[in-house]
């Protein structure tokens, strides 16, 4: 089937075209006819020719990675093909129709032909392929990006839920924490705790508390040794449950013989409270510190993301180049688990004028 003079004639790319130029182009070319989902040409496909859309739509994908992306649609009197016939390569996108489409096509002596004949077609085709080449480049530099910012994004969020998922564990426990601790207090009053006793296991706590820091890392055997030691001395003072009560205290650092010492003036029936109490207690400081670890480092994520991407900022300003780094390790801190980043910069690097978020996109690239 052959497409007529009269149908080119519609076409904007042959406005200039005289009437006998017309009818030679309309006899070297034949017309084609697909239904809707039908492919004119596939990626990567050699037997390259020109097609000018007359009726109908098409729509050009390309396949980046595991996913095909849209690149544009062709209207009537649109064309395509004219890349690879003018680098002599495949055809770099895939085109299919989207409804039921008449398409005239060229093969590529013919359209070499046309281009001679007709200066005006020459121009707007060489025109056209310049501004689809820059549109495939940006379209595919634009997916890698967003590929990319998925990954980041997917790692920021399991960086995310791990401290937030601790910090509400934590805040779970701490309302029982909390109500436990009072409970025991009333216990101590109960069983004959006088004003002396209660200062020194306030004594005992502040000092457990203030040497939580300085107490030396133990091993997981070492720990469990520890706890089988307290909790056999606090059964020789007659304290029950002691083997529940041993774990926060030996966590705090504090000695049997230092807890038995404070322990061993309280009557008998209060010294099980007395322990209870002050490993509740220490539990409790435990917890709130959890939550507070928890929670800053959400917050150092977030403050990260916002000095990361320089929202809420000028497109171009002084950056400091350290900061950035610090940032991009920072963000990418779920895929370097098991790497370590050795870094050697001077601290008095300069600030500079730049585009801080496309700076970091180098430093993630990197």
Known sequence: MTATADDLRAVPLFADLGGDDLEWVAGAGRELRLDAGEPLFQEGETDVAFFVLLDGRLQVTKRVGAEETVLASHEPGAFTGEVPLLTGTP???TVRAVARSRIFRLDPEPFRQTLTLCQGVAT???QTVAQRVQLVGATLQQQEKLAALGKMA??????????????????????????RADELTLDLC?????????????????EA??????????????????????ALRLDDLGVADAWEAAPPLVGA???ADRLAAAVAPLPA??????????????????????????SGRVSELVAAVKRYAYLDQAPEQAVDVREGITSTLTMLGHALKGIEVVRDDAPDLPRIAAHGSELNQVWTNL
């Open 91 to 93: 055809y770099i996108a």
């Open 124 to 126: 707007t085709v060489l």
């Open 154 to 179: 997917a790692g920021l969020a399991h960086e995310l839920n791990n401290p937030a998922a601790a910090a509400s564990r934590a805040a779970d426990l701490l309302a029982a924490a909390i109500a």
């Open 190 to 206: 109960r069983a004959g705790a006088a004003a002396d006793d209660l200062a020194r296991l306030a004594d005992l706590r502040r």
């Open 209 to 230: 508390l203030a040497g939580r820091g300085a107490a030396p890392a133990l091993s997981p055997m070492e720990r469990s040794d520890r706890e089988d030691a307290l």
């Open 253 to 255: 650092g504090l000695e």
């Open 269 to 294: 029936a209060a010294r099980g409270a007395a322990v209870a109490w002050l490993a509740a207690s220490l539990t409790t400081t435990g917890l709130v510190d959890e939550v507070a670890q928890g």
